[in-house]
């Protein structure tokens, strides 16, 4: 890239035909395209932390506690960061009705939401830098590129409660057709997958990281939308192994041998064990001892296997491959090898 005076003036001239504070710039010219990104996230800041808690009418420490609840940094607390959208969450939050949800499972989802926020804004970040940057071939593309990422960024954010809304309808339905038909409403019937790929992390270290973050980024996709197109969901990548769970053995086996079979074209032997029965919802994560045995028979999964209990067999082509002894468990297991 050029850096050249020339190259940096014109970056700030693009910053100022965007509105941009060019003063700003002035002292580090070379942070033209760093302050095209801030000046559309902070363009609605007007309020520090203690005029942030006037606006929603509760002691400042009560606004530091609901910030860090959703994972906000609340220093510098002199620094106009926070907006008049923020106080209309605080408040909302603050004065939401509470007859029947009490404080601590509030503050519980409100952690929730804020590490998978961060989360997904990480992953914009990361998405920018590695593909959208490398296409600016100078640093006035690079201001307009960063202005337009934080545009856009920006934009869904603040439609996000209309995703929210259509992943709850989703959740709740899925905790429906799960519901175990105990008094407890957690606990659900499901059928959970890991697949793990075989030879992964030998293959990763003959890439550099570009290449790396690359194919970890397509193979994300391809787990999500495997996962999507079942009706089923990936749950997280761990490493080299991918978590399922879904409602039913026959969708779940579905998006598993599907997954198994993409991961092949990609040159990766994959190989999963799949189980179905009771596990306990919590914080977005299944456990219990249905999850634990689907992650132990992995280990005993050849390449271009999938290994499955008793429970999924009934409900899938599969065939006895006899007792085996899982790490962790206190008896033998009969273990079923899926068939096409």
């Known amino acids: 890239m050029d850096l050249s005076d020339e190259a940096v003036a014109r970056s700030v001239e693009r910053l100022v035909e965007l509105e941009g504070d060019a003063g ?45 609840q959703l994972g906000i940094r609340s220093q510098p607390a002199d620094r106009p960061r926070f907006s008049d959208e923020d106080a209309s969450l605080l408040r909302a939050i603050d004065r939401a009705p509470a007859q029947w949800v009490q404080t601590h499972e509030v503050a519980d989802l409100l952690r929730v ?7 997904a804004a990480e992953a914009a970040v990361a998405y920018h830098v590695r593909s959208v940057e490398p296409r600016a071939v100078e640093l006035r593309d690079w ?59 030998g293959m990763s270290l ?36 991918a978590m399922f769970v879904g409602p039913r053995p026959p969708q779940m086996v579905a998006a598993a041998w599907e997954f198994v079979d993409l991961m092949a074209g990609q040159g990766i032997d994959a190989h999963g064990a ?29 390449p271009g296997e999938l290994l499955c209990d008793a429970a999924v067999a009934a409900a899938a082509p599969a065939r006895s491959v006899g007792p085996r002894d899982v790490r962790g468990l206190p008896q033998e297991v009969e273990v079923y090898r899926l068939t096409r």
Do not use: W
């Open 143 to 201: 201001v307009s590129a960063n202005h337009e990422m934080a545009e856009l960024s920006l934009v869904l954010g603040q439609h996000l409660g209309a995703v929210f809304r259509h992943h709850l309808r989703q959740a709740i339905s899925f905790q429906r057709v799960s519901h175990a038909g105990l008094e407890q409403g957690e606990i659900v019937d499901l059928a959970v997958a890991f697949v793990d790929l075989t030879g992964f992390t």
């Open 113 to 119: 939401i804020g590490r998978n926020m961060a989360t």
């Open 274 to 302: 799949i189980t179905f029965g009771r596990a306990i919802m919590n914080h977005g994560d299944y456990f219990g001892p249905v999850i634990n045995l689907a992650a132990r028979l992995v280990d005993h999964a050849g």
């Open 24 to 68: 700003a710039a002035a002292d580090d010219p070379h942070r033209a395209s760093d302050l095209a990104a801030d000046m559309v996230l902070d363009r609605a800041s007007r309020l520090d932390l203690s005029q942030l808690a006037a606006e929603v009418e509760v002691p400042v420490e009560r606004v530091v506690t609901l910030l860090e």
């Open 206 to 241: 003959d890439l550099d990281l570009m290449q790396l973050g690359d194919m970890v980024g397509r193979l994300d996709v391809m787990a999500t939308d495997t996962a999507m197109a079942h009706h089923c969901r990936l749950v997280k990548l761990i490493g080299d192994e």
